[in-house]
C-alpha cells in the first residue's frame, strides 16, 4: 500500500514538472485577452492589433484587444498585473510602463515583480525638429546657440512627462544647455505652434512630420536613436551630431502577469518573430524591433534608469 502511495506521489510530482511545457505545447486552447492601455489609434493601439492578428492567425485562436486607457497606462497595467499568470491574459504598452514608477510613486502594482515581458514589437524614434527661423541647421550649432542664450530657445511638447518633452530634457542635461519647455496639449497642438513659429523646436514622430519636411515648413537637425532612420539616411543621430553618448527611443511591447509559464512566454516571443520576420507591409510605418524576453528585460531596466537620470532634472509634478 506504501509502495502504491509513493508511485503515486512520484507520478504526481512528475506531472507537476511537465505540466509548463505541455501548456505551451497546447497553448492557446480558448480566446486570449489582450489589454492595451491606451485609447484607440495611436501607435501602441495599431502596433498591438496589427502583431496580435497575425499572431491568432498563426496559433489558431482569437486575440481579443481590450482598450484600457487612463493615467498614462497605470490603469490597464494594474488589471493585468492582477489577472491570473495562465497566458490568457496579456498587455501591449509603451514606454510610460517603466516611466509610470516615477511619475505614480504609490501604483496599485509593481512594475517589475508584478508583470515579465514577453518582447519588443517596435521602436519609437523621434525627429528633433526646427522652425526655420531657427539660425541653425545641425546638432552642433543648436548647442552652441542655446548656451549663448539661455532659456531663449524654445521647445514644445506634447505635455509634461511625455516623450517628446523627456528627449530634449535629456538633451538639455547632456549638452549643459537650458531650453525651455513649452507645454500643449497632445502631438497635434505642439505641431502647431512649432509650425507657427511660436516654439522653435519639437521632438517629432516621423510620419507626423515628413509632410512638413518636404514642404521644408521644418527643418530636419537630427533623430534621437543610437542608428540612423532607413527613411532619413543623410540624417545624423543626435549623438553623432554634437551630443555624443545621447540616445532616446521608446517602444511597444508584450508583457503577462509575473508567474506565467516560461514555457508560454517563449513560445509567444517566437511568435512574436515570426510576424517581424513575414515582413508583413502593414509594418512598413514601424520600426520591428525584435528583442528576446531576457533581453527586453535588460531594456526595461536601463530605460527605467535613464527616465529616473532625467525625472531628476525636470520633476515629476506637471501641469
Known amino acids: 500500500m506504501l509502495l502504491k502511495v509513493a508511485f503515486a506521489v512520484a507520478a504526481s510530482m512528475s506531472a507537476l514538472v511537465i505540466a509548463p511545457g ?77 516611466s509610470n514608477p516615477w511619475i505614480y510613486p504609490k501604483l496599485n502594482y509593481d512594475t517589475f515583480r508584478d508583470l515579465v515581458p514577453v518582447g519588443l514589437l517596435v521602436a519609437q524614434t523621434g525627429l528633433l525638429v526646427a522652425h526655420p527661423s531657427l539660425p541653425v541647421k545641425n546638432v552642433k550649432e543648436l548647442v552652441a546657440l542655446a548656451r549663448s542664450r539661455p532659456d531663449q530657445v524654445l521647445y514644445a511638447s506634447s505635455g509634461g512627462g511625455s516623450f517628446s518633452h523627456m528627449a530634449l530634457a535629456l538633451m538639455n542635461s547632456m549638452s549643459n544647455t537650458k531650453m525651455l519647455h513649452i507645454p500643449y496639449k497632445g502631438g497635434g497642438p505642439a505641431s502647431t505652434a512649432v509650425l507657427a513659429g511660436e516654439t522653435q523646436l519639437l521632438v517629432s514622430t516621423p510620419a507626423a512630420a515628413l509632410t512638413h519636411l518636404q514642404s521644408k515648413r521644418l527643418r530636419l537637425l537630427g533623430v534621437t536613436s543610437d542608428t540612423r532612420l532607413k527613411q532619413f539616411p543623410d540624417t545624423p543621430t543626435v549623438a553623432e551630431a554634437g551630443v555624443p553618448g545621447y540616445e532616446f527611443r521608446g517602444w511597444v511591447a508584450v508583457l503577462a502577469p509575473a508567474g506565467t509559464p516560461k514555457p508560454v512566454v517563449d513560445r509567444l516571443n517566437a511568435e512574436i518573430k515570426k510576424v517581424v520576420d513575414s515582413r508583413d507591409n502593414r509594418l512598413d510605418a514601424f520600426e520591428p524591433w525584435y528583442m528576446t524576453p531576457e533581453q527586453t528585460a535588460a531594456r526595461f531596466k536601463s530605460d527605467y534608469e535613464k527616465y529616473g537620470r532625467i525625472f531628476k532634472v525636470i520633476g515629476t509634478k506637471f501641469e
Open 22 to 98: 505541455a501548456q505551451a505545447q497546447n497553448y492557446p486552447v480558448k480566446a486570449v485577452r489582450v489589454v492595451i492601455p491606451w485609447p484607440a489609434g495611436g501607435l501602441t493601439d495599431v502596433a498591438g492589433r496589427i502583431y496580435f492578428q497575425k499572431i491568432s492567425e498563426s496559433m489558431g485562436q482569437p486575440f481579443i484587444v481590450d482598450n484600457r486607457p487612463g493615467a498614462t497606462g497605470s490603469i490597464g497595467s494594474e488589471a493585468v498585473a492582477k489577472s491570473p499568470p495562465d497566458g490568457y491574459t496579456l498587455m501591449v504598452h509603451s514606454a510610460s510602463h517603466v
